[in-house]
């Protein structure tokens, strides 16, 4: 089978090295220069766990290669999937789809011979259809189906969702455009992964559903976390006590300073837009985007309360930048707004993430770079935990402690617990924990200051 993946992005380059492990014919074609030099040079662009050396296999077998040039991939293709972004458009909160039309404006003339045409990225509604009526008025004479088929992978362990998913989901309304997808995932149906066919449409809101859902359960916990400081209660105990339940899962219950990366943020806003806009909306959805809002913002206080009420002239050692661990992915990341609201109110910044420099050094100007978390601590007033990468989870806070001028730990991600900093003579602040297992004060004053 001949595949074309168009945008060599998180999605588009975990996919198409998938599909190619699978045995499959694979051009990913992308615009950037940069990507394709790295890529031809069997270097993945981004950081992804295990994709290095399916990139490398994969390309010495001749089954995946990298090019701009759209037209002989687009010809030889049985399918062309659609993996170019669609982030949050500016002004009115909807999806941009202005990547998807012009990839389909590009690869409209070179369609040859029955060709299935799938939107692999996360498009509103109507948008599968809105595509066929664009090829249909561009190439009267082509055959091709158009189909939904939504990823659900994760960040950081891309590979092995891709691998083994709890669902493909396929929205076609064409009996040989079904056909061919039944093909393209016939290798995963062999592997019992469950290929569900939908309409295009429930495909669609589905992925939207999916993630608005998972981000309602973030800011649910979120706000629970903050309840439970105030009645004495520990988040990490409700959550496990209620996530037994089969009903609710024990995924998502973890609190922290709010969920970011390139999905949540961008598809929340985008579902609360195409519910107004037919009149029916989402008003829980609107409230998880207004909580997760506030919640870094909140973050942001709840660092200075526990500085003593002010960060001005103070040194903050930050851990972890990146939205979630074990991906180089800044997009909305929640230190987008912690950073610069601690910078704004006098403090200076050291920073430490394992993956995150190189996309988050333009986008957090006048931080100190620095190559682990000891070094981060070095002369710091304040610790902070922002991402739960794994290697901070074994931080001698001893050694941090002696490193750093102040004595504050506040822990976003309660990576840590209150005995452990209290060891090291550190005073600590956690999220959601009872007040034996967090200095409480600080969190208290700063819930009051939002
Ligand atoms: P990305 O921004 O990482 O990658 C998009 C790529 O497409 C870029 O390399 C860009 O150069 C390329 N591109 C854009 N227009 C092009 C064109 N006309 N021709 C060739 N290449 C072009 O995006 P991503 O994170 O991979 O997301 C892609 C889609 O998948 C989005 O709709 C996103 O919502 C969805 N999605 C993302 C994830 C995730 O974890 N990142 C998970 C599920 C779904």
């Known amino acids: 089978m001949n595949i074309c993946m168009i945008g060599a992005g998180y999605v588009g380059l975990v996919s198409a090295a998938c599909f190619s492990e699978f045995g499959w014919n694979v051009t990913c074609v992308d ?3 940069q990507r394709l030099e790295e890529l031809n040079a069997g270097k993945s662009p981004i950081y992804e766990p295990g994709l290095d050396d399916l990139l490398q296999r994969n390309m010495q077998a001749g089954r995946l290669r990298f090019t701009n040039e759209l037209g002989p991939a687009a010809k030889a293709a049985d399918v062309i999937l659609l993996a170019v972004g669609t982030p949050m458009r500016r002004g009115d909160g909807y999806a941009d789809l202005s990547y998807v039309y012009a990839a389909v404006e590009e690869l409209a003339p070179h369609i040859e011979g029955f060709t ?9 509604v109507g948008t599968s259809r809105e595509i066929e009526e664009r090829l249909r008025a561009a190439r009267p004479d082509a055959e091709f189906a158009v189909c939904s088929n939504p990823e659900f992978l994760r960040e950081g362990s891309a590979i092995g969702d891709f691998m083994h998913p ?3 989901l396929v929205g076609v309304d064409d009996d040989r455009g079904r056909a061919v997808m039944n093909r393209l995932y016939k290798p995963l149906a062999l592997r019992n992964a469950p290929v569900m066919f939908v309409g295009r449409e429930s495909a669609e809101l589905a992925k939207y559903a999916a993630n608005a859902f998972l981000a309602m359960k973030i800011s649910f916990i979120n706000e629970i976390a903050d309840l439970c400081e105030v009645v004495g209660a520990g988040v990490q105990e409700v959550a496990s006590a209620i996530g037994k339940d089969r009903r609710i899962g024990d995924k998502f219950l973890h609190p922290g300073p709010g969920y970011g990366g390139s999905c949540f943020p961008k598809d929340v806003s985008a579902l609360i837009r195409t519910a107004r806009e037919n009149k029916s909306p989402v008003s829980i959805i609107e409230q998880v985007q207004r909580v997760n809002d506030e919640r870094k913002i909140a973050m942001a206080h709840r660092i200075e309360a526990a500085a003593g009420g002010s960060v001005r002239g103070l040194t903050v050692g930050l851990l972890g930048v990146t939205f979630k661990p074990n991906t ?11 950073v610069p609201m601690l910078q704004e109110r006098g403090a200076t910044v050291r920073v430490v993430d394992p993956q995150g420099r190189k996309q988050a050094d333009p986008l957090l100007p006048g931080v100190i770079w620095c190559d682990s978390a000891l070094e981060a601590a070095e002369g710091a007033d304040v610790l902070v935990t922002v991402t739960e990468w794994n290697e901070f989870r074994g931080l001698d806070l001893a050694a ?3 490193r750093m001028r102040g004595d504050v730990l506040v822990d976003l991600r309660n990576v840590f617990s209150a005995e452990l900093a209290h060891a090291a003579g550190l005073r600590y602040t956690a999220v959601g924990r009872k007040p034996d297992e967090s200095d409480l004060a600080p969190a208290r004053a700063a819930l009051r200051a939002v």
Do not use: F, G, Y
């Open 31 to 33: 615009k950037d220069p």
């Open 116 to 124: 299935v045409i799938v939107t692999k990225s996360t498009v509103p």
């Open 166 to 168: 709890d669902r493909v």
């Open 328 to 338: 180089d992915d800044m997009r909305d990341a929640p230190s987008l707004t912690i």
């Open 400 to 402: 941090a402690k002696a």
